[in-house]
């Protein structure tokens, strides 16, 4: 069944006062035409934030759909948080497939970060944004990553995150110990994914000194994109 987004909602929130009755957001009213979905037929749910909801299409007009909710139910919490940065690459579309793929493996929250070997200066997180909540749709989560607004290294460097793992991923000789040797079940976890040209020693450097630990991802030299999507695997395995 097709996953429709009810944006701006809590479903559990508003189902337990009552609240049945819900208008879908204009682009999600013009998938029930496309589907030509009419009174009466079921639709399924989610707010994003973990929860699904059936519900039965009471009024399909052209502009606009309104559903009633028949039953919430909670999305298999984790017991875990997986925290991405990564520096956004030069394609665009290199970094909106990261988005999309760590969407369907399960992500909380990617930051797209600048660094000194960074090719890209400017990024639209809303339309980020929207490639998330596609892919969460089209994966049939009901959990929709945060992409956060980009900021500098060292603005995240300074950023504290408490009860957090944190990782970083570089491509260096002196770098032996994988990130499954370190990843631990249930821990909170953030991995920093540096640019094509990698970081500088002198960010590496700084990282280590506010408690990231470097990790190798394997052998092999990979993409920014691809080295970011297999921590969100390795993580999220760790965590099965």
Request: glycine share 4%; aromatic share 8%.
């Amino acid at each position: 069944m097709h996953l429709f987004y009810l944006s701006g909602i809590d479903l559990e929130r508003e189902f337990s006062h009552g609240a049945v009755m819900h208008e879908l957001p204009a682009d999600e009213s013009a998938h029930v035409r496309v589907m030509r979905l009419k009174p009466g037929d079921s639709l399924r749910l989610t707010d994003g934030r973990g929860y699904f909801a059936d519900a039965v299409a009471e009024a399909v007009e052209p502009k606009r759909c309104i559903v009633r909710v028949t039953a919430v139910e909670r999305e298999k919490p984790r017991d875990f948080r997986l925290i991405m940065a990564v520096a956004p690459t030069k394609n665009i579309a290199r970094f909106e497939w990261f988005i999309e793929k760590a969407t369907e493996f399960g992500v909380d929250e990617i930051i797209p970060v600048w660094c000194e070997h960074s090719e890209r200066s400017k990024l639209r997180a809303d339309r980020l944004q929207k490639v998330a909540t596609a892919a969460m749709k089209q994966s049939l989560k009901a959990t929709l990553p945060l992409i956060q607004e980009p900021v500098t290294l060292k603005q995240l460097l300074e950023k504290p995150q408490p009860g957090t793992d944190k990782f970083i991923a570089w491509i260096d000789r002196e770098v032996s110990t994988h990130l499954k040797e370190y990843c631990k079940p249930g821990r909170d976890t953030l991995v920093l994914i540096g640019p094509e040209g990698d970081f500088s020693r002198q960010e590496v450097e700084l990282a280590v000194k506010q408690g990231y630990v470097p990790v190798s991802l394997g052998n092999s030299r990979l993409r920014t994109e691809t080295a970011a999507l297999a921590a969100c695997f390795i993580v999220n395995l760790m965590n099965e």
